[in-house]
């Protein structure tokens, strides 16, 4: 549906194998945030139906996801760590445009492109992680982040014109690239 402006480097990759139960810590902790973001979204629009239907189907699927990354955290040995900021989020949260009707819709832009970013980045993991069960995850839940960054776009072209979202999906794109090739690499998913 969309491309995003910025494709990470190999180099960001080996970050993340060279300290993947770091990695791990950092997954889990984004999946029990968009979790967390799916109901915050059902409470700030429970007339929008359709949204409220995704939304809820999203926070279970996101919850799940972060049930299966802590039996992966605690079969290395492991447990669940504190969450840490997330630069990138709060970055992108400085994007959202006053408005009642505008900040709805950078809110589910802004939703895809970071579940746009996370299809890139677990395929990425996916592709270098040795055959087995943890590389077979990562492929599924790239899957599903592909499938999520549809979702928003597709809600957003439900309650808003879509010449206007794709105008403003372009310039969070580009500004989402400008963050992302700031940031530094590290063994966290942003």
Request: charged share 30%; glycine share 4%; net charge negative.
């Given at each position: 549906?969309f491309?995003?402006?910025y ?8 970050k993340?194998l060279?300290d993947?139960?770091t990695?791990?810590?950092?997954h ?7 979790s ?7 409470s ?7 949204l ?6 999203l ?17 290395r ?12 989020v709060?970055?992108?949260?400085k ?9 709805f ?8 492109v970071?579940?746009?970013?996370g299809y ?14 943890e ?9 599903s982040?592909?499938?999520?960054k549809?979702l ?8 808003f ?12 794109l580009?500004?989402?690239?400008e963050i992302c ?10």
């Open positions: 549906m491309e995003l402006k494709h990470t480097p190999f180099e960001w990759t080996e993340v060279a993947f139960d990695f791990l810590q950092d889990a902790s984004a999946e029990k945030k968009a967390g973001m799916a109901v915050s979204m059902i700030h629009y429970p007339d929008r139906t359709s409220v239907r995704a939304m809820a189907d926070a279970i699927e996101e919850l799940i996801h972060f049930k299966e990354v802590i039996k992966i955290i605690e079969a040995g492991s447990m669940l760590g504190d969450d840490e900021k997330d630069t990138y709060k970055s992108l949260r994007l959202f445009r006053h408005g009642q009707q505008e900040f819709m950078d809110r589910l832009l802004i939703g895809g970071i579940e746009a970013r890139e980045r677990f395929s990425l993991v996916s592709q270098a992680l040795p055959e087995g069960p590389k077979e995850f990562y492929a599924q839940i790239a899957a982040e592909k499938t999520h549809n928003f776009i597709e809600l957003a072209y439900e309650y014109d879509k010449a206007d979202v794709d105008i403003r999906l372009d310039e969070l580009i500004a989402e690239g090739s700031k940031l530094p690499f590290r063994a966290a998913l942003h």
